[in-house]
């Protein structure tokens, strides 16, 4: 499967962004589907994770304000961002998980797409 993220931009403090993770070349629906991201300087961490089953998990930063969610008839997954922050401002990127089981480790994911920027202005 290949990833093609997509929705990234510059946006003011307290505005919404919706990335896109399309996939190619097979289905999304047996995978779980991860973001992460990437700020300058930092490690890459994770945003969200959506599972096969649609169960999600967030990272601890994102306290309600993302939502991860899936289009398996579309194969695409999508990541809500509502209320950005300034801190949000990094290269986010999408993989792709073979077990299904959302992971918050990177090591768990096999198959990674390009990244998308988001800038989130002050």
């Known amino acids: 499967v290949q990833l093609q993220a997509s929705g990234g931009g510059l946006v003011q403090t307290g505005e919404s962004l919706r990335l896109s993770c399309a996939a190619a070349g097979r289905t999304l629906s047996t995978y779980a589907i991860g973001w992460f991201r990437q700020a300058p300087g930092k490690e890459r961490e994770l945003v969200a994770a959506?599972?096969?089953?649609?169960?999600?998990y967030y990272g601890g930063f994102v306290r309600g304000r993302f939502t991860i969610s899936r289009d398996n008839v579309k194969n695409t997954v999508y990541l809500q961002m509502r209320s950005l922050r300034p801190e949000d401002t990094a290269v986010y990127y999408c993989a792709a998980e073979s077990s299904g089981w959302a992971s918050d480790s990177l090591s768990s994911y096999d198959v990674w797409g390009q990244g998308t920027l988001v800038t989130v202005s002050s």
């Open positions: 959506i599972g096969s089953g649609g169960d999600t």
